[in-house]
């Protein structure tokens, strides 16, 4: 099984960046799918998460800037991130679930981990 994520960058405040999570080695259809970021010194939080079905949730600091989504079809995940501040930078993770469904909020209950892509925002 392999999380592989793209789109990350360098972007000035207020800015735009989609990220993209492609999944191979096995479908991620029925199982929650997530978002976590890493900034140095921090821990990892959790950004966006979509279930199988499409459901999502969101903490309150990315609310109303961020969205997910998700295309079964293409065992792809996306990161739509708009206004982004410099406190939006950090590594980018994208993680799935092996069974659980539903919007899964807990790093330890993720499987699998993609590397990360880095997302720098400047004031």
């Known amino acids: 099984v392999q999380l592989v994520e793209s789109g990350g960058g360098l972007v000035q405040a207020g800015g735009s960046l989609r990220l993209t999570c492609a999944a191979s080695?096995?479908?991620?259809?029925?199982?929650?799918m997530g978002w976590f970021r890493q900034a140095p010194g921090k821990e990892r939080e959790l950004v966006a998460v979509?279930?199988?079905?499409?459901?999502?949730y969101y903490p309150d600091s990315v609310t109303g800037r961020f969205t997910a989504s998700r295309d079964n079809a293409k065992n792809t995940l996306y990161l739509e991130m708009n206004s982004l501040r410099p406190e939006d930078t950090a590594m980018y993770y994208c993680?799935?679930?092996?069974?659980?469904?539903?919007?899964?909020?807990?790093?330890?209950?993720?499987?699998?981990w993609g590397q990360g892509t880095q997302v720098t925002v400047s004031s």
């Open positions: 993680a799935a679930t092996k069974t659980l469904d539903g919007t899964v909020r807990v790093a330890a209950w993720y499987d699998y």
């Open positions: 080695g096995r479908s991620f259809g029925l199982n929650a």
């Open positions: 979509v279930s199988g079905g499409g459901r999502t």
